[in-house]
């Protein structure tokens, strides 16, 4: 029951977003399950194309493009890497 | 979405394991640390990550799993409301596992009404259509504890009432740092349910038990990268609060979604099965929801349920979830793992739930590095 999702907004209606996942370890695009996903618990604006974090039907964060690239970054740089442009 | 696929690049995993071992060889003692949370475990032993974790680095699964803590008691006014004729709604996951008397999954072999739902929104659903009361088991973590509220929170239907059995986790995490032969020495926090209460909740925790914690994510990256930082704070005796799950957690959290869990529910103490009287570790419907309590609506039906369970059984299981819960053994230290206790016959609750150490364990072939070395 404690499963997180990540998944990706194709539609929204009010307070509901149909969200689609990605498949497990191959994350096609376009190759997930598509579920209604309820918005009353984000606290942001969101809009077709993000990706949020789903947890039992309910959306629980938006997840921002910047802050993914933020954080490979700053993996790569506890292994001593260069931080990737 | 290429984002899940970067986070389990093979190149990037390497070198933060590279960074473990170095760290870890530099170090002469052995380091156990804890995590706690069910997907935490399945991502290690689904990726394979302990088998190359340094050889004096022990990473142990807590109280993470919702289903593994769920009180006997709770399971039995549950089994008890559906064998009175009402209409059970739960998470798929609580149905096979034990109750002193049963569990549902036997209840409704038996003929009870017991349907599993994947959201509190299809129990509103399933509530609005029918013409009789029906009754979700509210399970889980602050993840789903928030779900719960927000359903309650939007004027559901009378014909839906609530068997809240929520629990909050930062309470359990505080009576594992208290027990007394503890070895852990870091905590991984787990970060969805840090998603909802932000990183600063573990400000009080790192302070008063002079432990780091770290929060991460689920992916093998995160984990890594987690264990990394966590490592690198014990070795340098350094009692810090660090975030490695920045791309969702921030310090504050969901404000949204905890003004939602706080209007509804307030903390209480609580059973934390195989652990302890966990104190403020319960999750509690507020009186103004009153109207939505099954406590309350079906109490005459649950202080008969409670009539009719058999006493405790008082040390004669020789099943160690709760030693396992605690961090101080792993399934592979109980004499019935994987023997009398397997998946499709359970004797504890952590071989029932997929988010439970000894179910992760025994579908992985996970085993402890000592073993896989010998």
Redesign the interface.
């Known amino acids: 029951?404690?499963?997180?999702m990540?998944g990706?907004i194709v539609a929204v209606e009010g307070s509901t977003a149909l969200v689609e996942f990605?498949a497990?370890?191959a994350?096609t695009?376009g190759g997930g399950v598509r579920r209604?996903v309820?918005l009353?618990?984000?606290?942001e604006d969101v809009r077709v194309g993000d990706?949020v974090?789903v947890?039992?039907?309910?959306a629980?964060?938006r997840?921002?493009a910047e802050?993914?690239a933020?954080?490979?970054a700053?993996?790569?740089s506890?292994?001593?890497?260069e931080p990737a442009a | 979405m290429t984002a899940p696929i970067e986070f389990r690049d093979v190149a990037r995993g390497r070198a933060l394991q590279a960074q473990l071992d170095q760290l870890l060889a530099a170090h002469a003692r052995p380091i156990t640390l804890l995590h706690v949370c069910g997907s935490h475990e399945q991502a290690i032993a689904r990726y394979g990550l302990r088998a190359r974790f340094p050889a004096n680095l022990r990473v142990q699964m807590g109280p993470g799993c919702p289903v593994c803590v769920t009180d006997a008691p709770e399971i039995d006014a549950c089994v008890a409301l559906a064998e009175r004729g009402l209409r059970i709604l739960t998470y798929g996951d609580m149905l096979r596992v034990p109750g002193q008397r049963s569990s549902l999954a036997a209840a409704r072999a038996r003929g009870a009404r017991v349907e599993v739902i994947y959201s509190p929104t299809q129990a509103v659903e399933i509530a609005r259509a029918s013409a009789e009361p029906v009754v979700f088991f509210a399970t889980g973590f602050e993840t789903t504890a928030v779900a719960t509220a927000a359903v309650l929170l939007a004027e559901p239907p009378p014909q839906l009432y609530v068997l809240a059995a929520h629990k909050w986790v930062p309470a359990a995490m505080d009576v594992v740092a208290r027990s007394p032969d503890s070895e852990i020495e870091g905590y991984l926090a787990a970060g969805h349910a840090a998603t909802i209460t932000g990183y600063g909740l573990f400000e009080s925790f790192v302070r008063e038990h002079d432990k780091p914690v770290v929060v991460a994510g689920f992916e093998p990256l995160d984990i890594l990268a987690g264990l990394v930082l966590l490592v690198e704070r014990v070795i340098a005796g350094q009692a810090e609060l660090c975030n490695a799950f920045p791309r969702c957690v921030s310090r504050d959290g969901n404000r949204r979604a905890l003004a939602a869990l706080w209007r509804v529910f307030a903390l209480e103490d609580g059973e934390w099965r195989g652990i302890a009287r966990v104190p403020g570790g319960e999750l509690r419907l507020r009186p103004e929801f009153a109207a939505h309590d099954a406590r309350l609506r079906f109490a005459a039906e649950l202080q008969e349920g409670r009539r009719e369970a058999p006493a405790a059984s008082a040390g004669a299981a020789p099943c160690r979830c709760g030693s396992i819960m605690l961090g101080k053994l792993t399934p592979s230290d109980c004499a019935l793992f994987g023997r009398e206790c397997r998946p499709e016959a359970p004797v504890g609750a952590c071989m029932v739930s997929t988010e439970g150490a000894c179910r992760i364990w025994y579908e992985n072939g996970e085993r402890r590095l000592q073993e896989l070395r010998t």
Do not use: N, W, Y
């Open positions: 029951m404690c499963l997180g990540p990706q990605t497990g370890a994350g695009p209604k309820a009353e618990l984000v606290d990706h974090l947890h039992v039907g309910f629980i964060r997840i921002a802050d993914l933020e954080t490979l700053f993996f790569a506890l292994s001593g890497e």
